[in-house]
């Protein structure tokens, strides 16, 4: 894993690189820009853990139709 961040991390332009303390002052600077990050970051982070709950659900009641679909046929078959 480490090996595949370090190969990302050079993929990265030099450019951005160099340009990465201008880049966040000016976040700093813009009040408007830097909330609007927040925000879009906290909804992704929301919508990420929405999906894993979702997926979740979706196991857990797949579970519950198959266990209460093996006892119906092991009290029938009885």
Do not use: C, H
Request: charge should be positive; charged fraction near 15%; proline fraction near 4%.
């Amino acid at each position: 894993m480490r090996y595949l961040f370090l190969q990302l991390a050079q993929t990265i332009p030099p450019q951005i690189q160099e340009r990465a303390d201008e880049i966040v002052e000016q976040v700093k600077a813009n009040p408007v820009l830097m909330w609007t990050l927040v925000g879009v970051g906290a909804f992704t982070a929301l919508v990420f853990v929405i999906g894993i709950m979702k997926s979740a659900f979706k196991a857990a009641f797949l579970g519950a139709v198959l266990s209460v679909a093996a006892w119906v046929w092991y009290f029938n078959i009885r």
